[in-house]
């Protein structure tokens, strides 16, 4: 029986994030997918700017900029009059390198995460079926089987852990009995990417909603390229072999301004569902992306997410696995990202459900009430920020949560827990912070001051960095900021020293 550190199950967004961090850790581990390989649906669209800040960590970001296609505008159209404009470029300056939104579909994610993995000399097993799970006290054993080959024997593994990361329908998830709480938007939904031809441009993003249907266009890199999405329309609900062809008319008189659809390159009907897992955990097997959660494309947030819980799961992982950490610092991982998940199903199926609903007071509010209300808080300056730090998900922090702790007494903008802020470290040319903080490993940043007086733990790295930039946040004098690997804030302290730094490790790190 072969044996790994962890066991990765799903080689979609989520489970290939989660390998190329467990590979920078030099973690011995094993990813497996039913696939045949990177999908070559497009599906999710829209990488945002916090997980284009992993990927800048990684070193990858220019080819998403490359390869993507830059959203600056968003407009609703009611009855073809353009009733809110917005460029969306300006919300998020001076936030984040990345303040756009990027559409960079799934399949080409994919093809860059494989691509990083075998940077590190790693690969998918892909062709293999997860056939069942047994988690003895202190490891979990596997059975496989190979898609493609018949009869073939069932092949055993075992690992300390397992993180499923196969989806809305995640084998891992029911063989260990989750709960997945939650349920079905009672509408049929469309997605379909096309070419059109129209006089709107191709980087804008428009939703059109009506009385009794809705569709929003969103831009695609390639040329004329757009995702289209919509409710299908009762009248053609009960439909067993509906075509992209029946929901042209309804898609023209929703839209109510000129377009053609010249092409249509996928074309896809399906129920939407809103649900939940209760914990992430269940003793040595942990949940991530739609396995653990599932909702509504409002916002263009699911494989974000994905891409979050991957992120956060994997260094603690990387430092238990490699005993560093105690086993108690991987209950931080649901503790932290349950949260968001509960909170994001709110907040898209809130959204989904004005944008979508056939109830008339509701239509009404979103034809009449909506699109002036966002047209006026679109031009108060302190909204936009809001709106894009909610948006590209660089707003949420951790700083209820146990391993967040703070011992300054100055007021700052920022606390433990909350992702490190964007701070420009240099005048010409000009750098960002998270331009330092490339390394798999914690960050100590001495802000004002010369150095350490003493060698830190050999799994922290000091970075020293003038107090000039962080004085707009409230720093006013010396500060110590020890980041985490995943670029948020563990402790702030304004006095440091070995025990102390130790002492945090040991009590909220579970350092050994």
Not at 271 to 287: C, E, I, P, Q, T
């Amino acid at each position: 029986m072969g044996h790994y550190d962890v066991i990765i199950i799903g080689a979609g967004p989520t489970g290939l994030m989660a390998a190329v961090q467990l590979a920078r850790f030099n973690i011995n581990f094993l990813i497996v997918d039913s696939k045949a390989g990177p999908t070559d649906q497009s599906r999710a669209i829209v990488v945002t700017a916090r997980s284009m800040e992993i990927y800048q960590q990684l070193g990858i970001s220019n080819i998403p900029i490359e390869q993507g296609r830059f959203i600056t505008e968003f407009a609703i159209f009611v009855k073809g009059k353009q009733k809110v404009l917005a460029t969306v470029g300006e919300f998020g300056k001076g936030l984040t390198d990345f303040s756009y939104l990027l559409a960079f579909e799934q399949s080409k994610n994919e093809k860059l995460l494989v691509q990083k993995l075998a940077e590190y000399g790693r690969e998918v097993r892909w062709n293999t079926e997860l056939e069942n799970i047994v988690q003895q006290p202190d490891s979990v054993e596997v059975e496989f089987k190979k898609v493609s080959e018949l009869g073939q024997p069932v092949e055993k593994i075992s690992a300390k852990y397992i993180i499923g990361c196969d989806g809305a329908k995640s084998v891992v998830r029911h063989l260990l009995n989750f709960s997945f709480k939650g349920g079905t938007y009672e509408q049929q939904f469309y997605v379909a990417d096309t070419q059109l031809k129209w006089q709107e441009g191709f980087n804008k993003l428009i939703l059109c909603p009506s009385r009794k249907n809705f569709c929003g266009f969103f831009p695609m890199a390639g040329s004329n390229s757009h995702r289209i999405i919509g409710t299908v329309p009762k009248s053609l609900n009960d439909r067993t072999d509906l075509s992209f062809a029946d929901l042209e008319k309804a898609i023209k008189e929703t839209v109510g301004f000129p377009m053609e659809i010249e092409k249509m390159n996928w074309f896809s009907i399906y129920k939407l569902h809103h649900r939940s897992v209760d914990s992430f955990r269940n003793g040595n097997v942990f949940l991530a992306g739609d396995a653990a959660h599932i909702h509504s494309p409002a916002g263009g947030q699911g494989m974000n997410t994905g891409l979050q819980d991957a992120y956060n799961l994997s260094w603690k992982l990387a430092l238990v696995v490699k005993n560093i950490a105690g086993e108690k610092l991987l209950d931080s991982y649901n503790e932290e990202r349950l949260p968001f998940a509960k909170w994001l199903l709110k907040f898209t199926d809130r959204f989904f459900t004005v944008m979508t609903s056939n109830n008339r007071f509701i239509s009404w509010v979103r034809n009449n009430i909506v699109p002036p209300m966002l047209k006026f808080l679109i031009k108060l300056s302190f909204s936009r920020p809001i709106m894009f730090k909610t948006l590209s998900q660089i707003k949420w922090s951790y700083r209820d949560c146990a391993i967040a702790k703070n011992e300054s007494a100055q007021k700052l903008k920022f606390t433990a827990g909350d992702r490190l802020p964007y701070i420009l470290i240099n005048k010409e040319p000009k750098e960002s912070v998270y331009r330092l903080l490339t390394e798999p490993t914690f960050h100590l940043l001495l802000i004002g001051n010369t150095g350490l007086s003493f060698n830190p733990n050999e799994s922290v790295k000091p970075v020293t960095l003038d107090m000039e930039p962080w004085k707009a946040f409230g720093v006013t004098k010396p500060l110590y900021i020890l980041v985490r690997p995943d670029n948020y804030i563990a402790l702030i302290a304004d006095e440091m020293s070995k025990e102390k730094l130790e002492r945090y490790l040991k009590q909220y790190c579970y350092f050994h």
